[in-house]
């Protein structure tokens, strides 16, 4: 089903507004006229003249044409070799060092690189001296694309149903993610004539020997079914979290605590939701999630189609909640979230997110930016990639570079020894940083946060592709080949930024290609003398920044939690995936505390090695150093 922009605004407009010309002017989300159509034109799209500032966009014309740096997909499949024989357990279909949502980001990192690779191959022709046949750069997609189908089953699924709704989510994006995996490696590597399919019956006296070799479709096709139901089901249970009884609408963080509407399970469900929008191939099993006696729920008996409307009404209806939500900070940076103030009070019935969480997070910065790119392929409506730029240019600035200078706003050669570049907000620099990274105290979830955002930045800066033609959508040529060329020179002018970063995590590898946490101790490298930076002395604003509790634990209070009883320490903190585990004393313990962030000790204040503090180097930092380096390929090096 297509949907033009004036179905999109029939659809979903009572819900969010999209046709109301008195929409709230500081969203981006007004009406406006899109490129793709499906009906007969009623007005003339205006393309941006440039997705970049002037004196940006200025310098990027005098850029030319490059050749793509081999050695950059070395250093990416040298970082995909290590994380999949480090880490990855193939008896068990996972990686166990892992926990629920950073495993479901792993496979997301694999299926994307393993769509790089199979999109590398043309790169890699035996044209070239010393390159190897076909045979073998076909063998590597499959290694790592049946290292996917195992985790699909080492996944921890029915553990997953019952966790907050981010963690719900991931599993979505993950799956969508490998289908587009199989679906360019089909189209690249396996189209088959249409004429003749190879979809006889087999039991045709008339079958030959060629006819068992010739015209197939890619193998791993037949997996297909398997994971779009899990990505709907686990759809199906998350957009259950999405609630309109407070802050006038958003998606509830989880539901075991107190209300928190946070930035990543709203960007989660617009990222996901129009995903599925444009990758659901569709689903017609209903097992194993309804009970045998629900004969009258219509979803047993019938095919969920794709191109459902529902989840484009999703996604527009998030982003323009998002939006309107004030979650962003005077940086252009999306903080963690709200919650309702007063909430847990006898008699209080405030029901308005006004009460916010200032920390600022990478990821926060990155998954809308599948979401973005998604609303735009969906709509044809330039504003969704102007707002998705707008957001890059934030993140880069708050890292500490300059996009005109195309460089660092500071030179870390006049350091005195011992002394770090300042802290811009999200990264020193140039390079990105949590607020964990330089203390070394990042938890389990705060070592997944960078390759998220390097993973999403990706997915957004491909290049643009029209509709196609049996899709009945028409397109504005003059329009398209003007947003075309804004979006891929924009991207292009990011191509220093990401490689300043890639460099700098290059330079965190130890012996065995594992990747460190923090990526500026790449660049400072000899030059630092003394201890290593504590939360005391890293410059961060942790006190006024408000609770990281990703990293540091949900504090057992308000507006968190309930009110603990009165022998409970009020300071006790949890990590975020509860259950607890009792103890002998009686106190809670919580479950994988251990796994999930090592304790810091005297001793990593005088480490060597910086990234060898607090959890070290992990699946997770490997699967950050993965992510970037396939950003750096497929932004600066891919034409």
């Given at each position: 089903m297509v949907l033009s922009i004036v179905c999109v605004l029939a659809v979903a407009g009572a819900a969010h507004g999209l046709s109301d010309r008195n929409v709230d002017k500081k969203s981006s989300l007004v009406q406006e006229c899109p490129i793709f159509f499906s009906t007969a034109r009623r007005c003339d799209p205006i393309a941006p003249k440039s997705f970049l500032p002037a004196d940006v966009a200025a310098v990027q014309e005098s850029k030319g044409s490059h050749e793509p740096d081999l050695d950059v997909l070395v250093d990416v499949l040298e970082a995909m070799h290590v994380m999949q024989t480090a880490y990855f357990a193939p008896w068990l279909g996972t990686w166990p060092d892992a926990i629920d949502w950073t495993a479901a980001v792993m496979g997301t990192h694999v299926s994307g690189a393993t769509r790089s690779i199979s999109e590398a191959l043309y790169y890699v022709n035996p044209e070239r001296k010393g390159l190897p046949d076909w045979k073998l750069k076909e063998n590597m997609v499959e290694k790592y694309f049946t290292q996917v189908t195992a985790y699909y089953f080492g996944q921890d699924a029915f553990a997953i149903r019952n966790e907050a709704y981010d963690d719900i989510l991931w599993v979505v994006l993950g799956w969508l993610e490998t289908i587009q995996l199989l679906n360019m490696h089909t189209y690249l590597h396996y189209r088959i004539n249409i004429a003749d399919d190879g979809t006889r019956s087999q039991s045709s006296v008339n079958r030959g020997l060629d006819d068992f070799f010739t015209n197939q479709t890619y193998h791993g096709n037949i997996w297909i079914p398997a994971f779009s139901h899990r990505a709907r089901i686990f759809w199906d249970l998350a957009s259950k979290g999405w609630d309109t009884k407070l802050c006038g609408g958003g998606m509830i963080w989880n539901p075991r605590l107190l209300p928190y509407k946070n930035a990543i399970t709203n960007e989660l469900f617009i990222a996901a939701s129009i995903s599925m929008y444009l990758y659901f191939p569709g689903d017609d099993n209903a097992s194993p999630y309804y009970r045998a006696g629900n004969t009258d729920n219509p979803d047993l008996h019938t095919r969920i189609e794709p191109r459902d409307a529902k989840y484009l009404k999703a996604a527009v209806e998030g982003y323009k909640w998002l939006v309107d939500s004030n979650m962003t900070n005077s940086q252009g940076l999306y903080t963690d979230g709200f919650h309702i103030s007063g909430y847990a009070d006898a008699g209080n019935n405030n029901t308005k997110c006004d009460q916010r969480d200032n920390v600022v997070l990478s990821y926060n910065q990155g998954v809308l930016l599948t979401g973005l790119r998604g609303l735009w392929d969906a709509t044809g409506a330039s504003s969704y990639l102007s707002d998705g730029h707008r957001l890059i240019q934030n993140v880069i600035k708050a890292s500490g570079y300059d996009l005109i200078s195309d460089a660092a706003v500071d030179d870390i050669s006049r350091l005195q020894p011992g002394q770090l570049p300042r802290w811009h907000g999200l990264g020193r620099a140039g390079v990105m940083e949590d607020p964990c990274d330089a203390s070394?105290?990042?938890?389990?979830?705060?070592?997944?946060?960078?390759?998220?955002?390097?993973?999403?930045?990706?997915?957004?800066?491909?290049?643009?592709?029209?509709?196609?033609?049996?899709?009945?959508?028409?397109v504005d040529a003059r329009a398209f080949a003007a947003v075309s060329d804004s979006h891929r020179n924009a991207c292009s002018a990011y191509r220093g930024w990401v490689r300043h970063n890639a460099q700098a995590a290059l330079g965190t590898r130890d012996g065995d290609g594992k990747f460190g946490q923090w990526w500026t101790a790449g660049l400072l490298g000899a030059s630092w003398a003394g201890p290593w930076p504590t939360t005391a002395d890293d410059g961060v604003p942790h006190e006024t920044s408000g609770t990281d509790y990703r990293n540091y634990g949900v504090p057992n209070r308000p507006p968190w939690r309930v009110p603990p009883p009165r022998e409970a320490s009020s300071k006790a903190q949890h990590p975020i995936e509860a259950p607890a585990a009792p103890a002998g004393n009686g106190a809670r313990v919580p479950m994988g505390e251990l796994k999930r962030k090592r304790r810091v000790g005297a001793d990593d204040a005088g480490a060597r090695d910086p990234n060898t503090r607090g959890r070290g180097r992990t699946v997770e930092t490997q699967g950050g150093g993965l992510a970037l380096l396939r950003a750096y390929w497929k932004i600066a090096q891919t034409p």
């Open positions: 070394g105290t990042c938890s389990q979830d705060g070592q997944t946060f960078k390759g998220i955002f390097f993973h999403h930045l990706t997915a957004f800066c491909a290049r643009l592709t029209a509709p196609a033609p049996e899709s009945g959508t028409k």
